[in-house]
């Protein structure tokens, strides 16, 4: 395993998550004619959410001091196993793609124990939204991946990345167009973006992410919020190198290789950025019964995906 | 460029296009709000005349460009122009229900999009441009059927046949490698243009006589 390496992204994760949702909010204000808090105001929050006392319920056991760093730590360790500016991934020995599917449903899975702990009616209502809308999703997810990792014939993540980087020249073939369309959705969907979650609100009927994390504050509160930040950011850099891993710099590559594959992966996450913003502008939230047909039209495009790409040889 | 390369990226192009298609009918089928429905439409037929196009340019077959631009001026400006315009007149914006919610009628597309594949199968061996997009004009074929059928609106089952149309006008395209001759190609477009013209004045009178554009209610008689 390369040290460096596994500093730098490890960095990466920790530093440019918490400025990935700044932007967003910031330019969704911009957008709306508002002017936003600075990017960079997410970091003053966690700093402060740090420095300030918890307040535990009394009700509360065990599992809800012990989920926060649940979900912070497999957020961050599915970051290290997804290619971020360099193939190999710090830890692609140690899992591939059902790693990453899995790491993220153990950390929704305490995140939704954790929502359900203290026995506030919102906390309970949030997780089992979550839990619904995640039972639809993360198939959605998987099989999307599963698109594009048997034409890499590999689950390995780095592997998959080199193989759609081999195939430049060439355009998407019509499997990955279904898995790219597929993906986006469940994105919007696992970063609890507009069509399916209001990240800006806390209105109770509407809520899913937010009503899980009306107990915590303090510490745990940075962790869940730092965490949540952390796993829009592995999502993103999924979506973007699985499909266009343009600018990814190769093994063995070296410091200049490796910035200019830093700037074209910012480059791209900073056009993603802006991709969610205008969803997020231009849609409304959906009722929430609605919400499982936005996403098993997903489901359904993935399998798509997956059909074709035995299909058309 | 040597032509082999041209060939194939104008191949690829062709078949990334007729899954965008694809993809715009199935999210068609997701979708209730009329307006968004039309656009939708004209998106797929924009994809349509950009196919029609590369087909053109590949073949240096000058009257596919005229499908082309026909396509262009009928399909993404004129059709969608009118029907937003009966939209607006007629003052519903959204599709009731349907028969089958939209889950489901996602899923009998998905296997409907298999079987236009598993139909299209022996055909795609033959080496041609754009072989591949046999499978998806089938697929938008079955599913323009589905759509019609699923639907209550009339004004949805319009767009429906012009979508079944839509899967006709590929087909062509992409199976006889420089489509119909140019009088069947001139004959189904007006057929279609005359068809929805006269459909936009029938929903119209159907909304008129019946307060609704619903068509399960034509078969009660009126006292």
Sequence with gaps: ?313 | MNPSAATEISSQAITLMATLMLLVQLLMTAQRMLLTSIRLFAIQSLLLAGIAALVAYHHNASHVYVVAGLTLIGKVIFLPWLLNRLVHRIQIHQEIEPLLNAPTSMLICGGLTLLGYVLARPFTSMERLGNNTLGIALTLLLTGFFLMINRRKALTQVLALLTVENGVMLAAVALTSYGMPLVVELGIFFDVLVAVMVLGILVYRIRESFASMDTSKLNQLKG
């Design chain 1, 1 to 313: 395993m390369n040290l460096p390496a596994l500093v730098l992204q490890l960095l990466l994760l920790l530093l440019l998550a918490p400025l990935v949702s700044g932007v967003i909010k910031n330019w969704k204000a911009k957008l709306q004619n508002r002017r936003g808090p600075r990017p960079w105001q997410v970091y003053f929050d966690l700093a402060k959410f740090l420095r300030k006392d918890m307040v535990i319920s009394e009700h509360a056991s065990w599992v809800f001091s012990f989920a926060p760093y649940v979900v912070f730590l497999t957020a961050l360790l599915t970051g290290l196993m997804v290619p971020m500016v360099h193939t190999p991934a710090p830890l692609s020995l140690y899992g591939g793609v059902l790693a990453v599917v899995g790491l993220l449903a153990l950390g929704r899975f305490f995140l939704a124990l954790g929502g359900l702990d203290p026995a506030s009616a919102f906390g309970g209502m949030g997780s089992s939204r979550e839990m619904t809308l995640s039972a639809i999703a993360e198939p959605a997810l998987m099989l999307a991946i599963f698109t594009v990792a048997i034409t890499a014939k590999s689950t390995d993540l780095s592997q998959i990345a080199l193989s759609t980087q081999s195939a430049t020249g060439k355009l998407l073939n019509p499997a990955h167009v279904l898995a790219f369309a597929a993906m986006f959705v469940v994105l919007l969907a696992e970063t609890g973006r507009i069509p399916v979650d209001n990240p800006a609100t806390h209105l109770e009927l509407t809520m899913i992410h937010e009503a899980m994390l009306l107990e915590y504050s303090g510490r745990h509160l940075a962790f869940m919020e730092w965490g949540a930040s952390i796993k829009q950011l592995v999502l993103m850099t999924l979506f973007l190198n699985v499909f266009f891993p343009v600018g990814l710099a190769g093994p063995g590559a070296g410091a200049g290789a490796l910035g200019l594959s830093l700037l074209a992966f910012l480059a791209k996450l900073l056009a993603l950025s802006a991709a969610v913003v205008v969803v997020e502008t231009t849609n409304a939230k959906l009722r929430l019964f609605r919400a499982p047909d936005l996403l098993s039209a997903a489901f359904v495009l993935a399998t798509l995906a997956l059909l074709s790409t035995f299909l058309f040889h």
